[in-house]
């Protein structure tokens, strides 16, 4: 960034009104932040950031907020705005009042006998998928310092001088499709009261990543660095990081957010990437239930088992907190817990071959009875057939057993970290001989009951694989050849969408859902449910493995060659909001179409991890 920019004036846009409509518009703007104060009330009307000072400040996220029932009087002077209510003396303290500078905003209450309201943004997620991200109440609240992150724009590390633990009010909520125009983000600023007389807050502009030599001035990294933290979004009724603020938390995905945490730079004074994932894993450790684990929705016949992919990722993320904190009095407290978690992991290995093993056999036909499904499969792709022995499970799992045998030593538990390596070992000894397919080259997606392998040119199965080390380099390069010969093959070269799970449509008799929504097939070859949603729809989720693979064997120039399309679509926000079909950009076809239903899926942000380790 020049320095000329940081020292840029605001524009202050007033218009002349009627004298019987007296109300002033206040708009501030400078190439990091545009805002909008109401002439009416305290209130925001505006509200954009681009936290690498290029004026992106187009989109206006925030929804308009009620009209107050009291009437207020509105002064200005110079970049501030103060806030009285009527007939107040020009004297009295401003119940509000708002200061503008090029990166900041800041906020000030005072109490002087009359209650001022709370300061309520309203974000609309269609527009922009808003969170808070910080340590939280028991109301869903978070302490301050924390940051209020706007995915795709930037973000405000928002702090205070007020004592006593102020914290934001923090609410989110998704409703059905047909009413989907009244999800809300919901951020509340508290005002001034007789027992906190004078209430401050600060929204500093801030740009957090991981700083690397070769990345600062390149703009074909502007999406790396406005992006970073766009896989953290902290669900407020929770209390966990989760698909996005109103979404599901998923425990299966947990070992993502822990992998980038482990690279964020601070966050705020006292306020770490790491106490996300604390926070987070310390609620699974209370016995709380998320999706693919049996009981998150209750009386649902299809969630009977726990996926298999869902305690190795918890694990890893304990052992990626514990890692990047050193916090051993955490680990020695909750070591036990953990513990429980690496026994129902062992526990699948249920015919002792050292893989695990899904209690639903993978067996073509198994999934549905033609009209809807019956069981959900293995992992985190839960509309394919992943049952029995699931490729993918077991790489997360060997890498959890690594992780496992490291934290027993940090623990002083010497047997158990002997257990843990040789589990480890198990997994690695069998892992290529079970699942590489000799006919198409690659490793195969499941080993179903019945001894077939279930091969579909899995992407993010042969990447996990080689990433974690189950695939020496010499295979490793072989399958990489394979895998990108069929990607060719199959004329897949639109990296600005991602990447597809699988390369060849998944067969009808292999999928889990009948509903052509989410890729169901009526043709037995599964091609009339091709390229939507799992079914080798098009998404950044899971493009990390197959980036990272690349990488780690020395594939630079093809990895690149699949990294930046997809970085000039991260900066351009090409993975969020809902396209004119109604549908989302978490997945697409080949040709663009949206076919995803989230708005914002976290998962496909794992893959700026990939831009460390070119």
């Known amino acids: ?16 009104l009627a004298p019987a409509a007296p109300a002033v518009s206040l708009e501030f703007q400078s190439p990091f932040l545009r805002v909008k104060a109401s002439s009416v009330q305290p209130s925001i009307e505006v509200l954009s950031v681009d936290s690498l000072g290029k ?64 300061l309520v943004l309203t974000f609309d997620p269609h527009l922009d998928h808003a969170t808070v991200l910080g340590t939280t109440n028991d109301d869903g609240s978070v302490r301050l310092p924390a940051l209020l992150h706007l995915p795709d724009m930037g973000t405000f590390r928002v702090t205070s001088h007020t004592p006593d633990g102020l914290a934001l ?14 999800d809300y983000v919901r951020v509340t600023f508290p005002a001034a009261t007789p027992d906190r007389p004078v209430v401050d807050y600060t929204l500093d502009v801030v740009a957090i990543h991981p700083e690397r030599p070769g990345l600062a001035g390149d703009p074909r990294f502007d999406g790396f660095r406005r992006n970073w933290l766009n896989i953290f979004q902290l669900n407020p009724r929770l209390r966990v990081l989760a698909n996005h603020a109103a979404s599901d938390p998923c425990a299966f995905t947990v070992f993502m957010y822990s992998a980038m945490a482990a690279e964020t730079p601070n966050l705020a004074p006292g306020l770490n990437a790491p106490d996300l994932i604390r926070q987070t894993l310390d609620r699974y450790l209370n016995g709380m239930k998320a999706y693919g684990m049996a009981g998150y929705t209750p009386n649902d016949p299809t969630t009977r088992y726990d996926y298999l992919d869902t305690y190795p990722s918890l694990l890893i993320a304990a052992s990626d907190y514990v890692r990047g904190s050193n916090d051993t009095v955490w680990l020695k407290k909750n070591y036990a817990g953990l513990k429980d978690w690496a026994a129902r992991m062992l526990a699948m290995d249920r015919s002792g071959t050292g893989l695990l093993e899904y209690p639903a056999s993978g067996n073509s036909g198994t999934w549905t009875d033609g009209e809807r499904i019956l069981l959900r499969p293995a992992n985190w792709w839960d509309t394919i057939g992943f049952g029995h022995q699931d490729a993918y499970s077991n790489a997360i799992a060997y890498h959890a057993l690594e992780g496992m045998a490291a934290m027993a030593r940090a623990a002083g538990q010497s047997e158990d970290e002997q257990l843990y390596g040789s ?28 001894g077939k392998l279930h091969d579909y040119y899995f992407t993010f199965v042969n990447g996990a694989a080689i990433t974690y080390g189950l695939v020496p380099p010499e295979k490793g390069n072989l399958i990489m050849d394979r ?23 998944i067969r009808r008799d292999d999928y889990a859902d009948v509903d052509p929504r989410f890729g169901g097939a009526k043709k037995e070859d599964g091609s009339d449910g091709f390229q939507i949603y799992e079914n080798g729809g098009a998404t950044a989720c899971y493009a990390y493995f ?11 120039k093809e990895a690149d060659a699949i990294l930046f399309p997809m970085l000039r ?43 460390l380790s070119r």
Request: glycine share 10%; aromatic share 12%.
């Open 423 to 450: 589990r480890a070992e198990r997994i690695r000894s069998v892992y290529y001989d079970t699942f590489y397919d000799p006919q198409t080259g690659v490793l195969a997606g499941w080993k179903s009951a019945d």
């Open 1 to 16: 960034m020049q320095k000329s920019l940081m020292v840029l004036t605001i524009t202050f846009l007033s218009l002349t």
């Open 55 to 118: 004026n992106k400040l187009s989109v206006n996220p925030l929804r308009p907020a009620p009209r107050s029932q009291e009437t207020f009087a509105v002064q200005r002077e110079g970049q501030t705005v103060k806030y009285r209510l009527a007939g107040r003396p020009a004297t009295a303290a401003p119940i509000w009042t708002f200061q503008f500078s090029p990166k900041a905003i800041r906020l000030r209450s005072s109490y002087s006998g009359d209650p001022p309201p709370p």
């Open 169 to 182: 009010g923090y609410d989110a909520l998704r409703y059905p499709q047909e009413q989907h125009e009244k």
């Open 569 to 611: 679509a991260f900066e351009e926000g090409g993975f969020q909001g809902r396209g004119p079909n109604g549908m989302t950009y978490d997945w697409k076809a080949w040709d663009g179409t949206p076919h995803g239903y989230e708005g914002l899926l976290v998962d496909g942000y794992e893959a700026l991890l990939a831009v």
């Open 483 to 505: 895998l990108l010969a069929e990607l060719r093959s199959v004329g897949y070269s639109n990296f600005q969408y991602g990447l597809p799970g699988n390369l060849i449509p």
């Open 546 to 556: 197959t980036l990272q693979a690349l990488y780690k064997l020395g594939r630079a």
